[in-house]
């Protein structure tokens, strides 16, 4: 049996300005962006280029969740992001990360 992990679900608060965050600080593109009604949304990010496992954006709608974004590794680190310029990469992140913060 071949199986791979498709998603990765990532708690974020509110949908578009993690959307704005993985576009501009991390270069990442908008895979899929679907309304599912009720203000829910299944959306999906995934680094440019990247044919591997996308971020499923899940938005944190009780106190509960809230209270977990950016906390979802228990303080540990939560992915590992590979480049060929870290660099570049880590340039943007610094620029974006000051004024901007998804949890």
């Not at 998603?7 to 300005?17: A, S």
């Not at 593109?29 to 591997?52: F, I, Y």
Request: with cysteine.
């Amino acid at each position: 049996m071949n199986q791979t992990i498709a998603y990765v679900t990532y708690l974020v608060r509110d949908y578009d300005e993690a959307i704005t965050y993985f576009r501009t600080a991390l270069g990442f593109r908008l895979v899929e962006d679907t309304p599912l009604g009720e203000g829910k949304r299944w959306v999906r990010v995934a680094p440019e280029g990247s044919g591997g496992p996308s971020l499923l954006l899940a938005q944190a709608v009780t106190l509960q969740q809230a209270a977990c974004v950016g906390r979802q590794a228990g303080g540990r680190v939560f992915l590992f992001l590979h480049t060929e310029d870290f660099a570049r990469d880590q340039a943007r992140i610094d620029l974006r990360v000051l004024a901007t913060d998804i949890g």
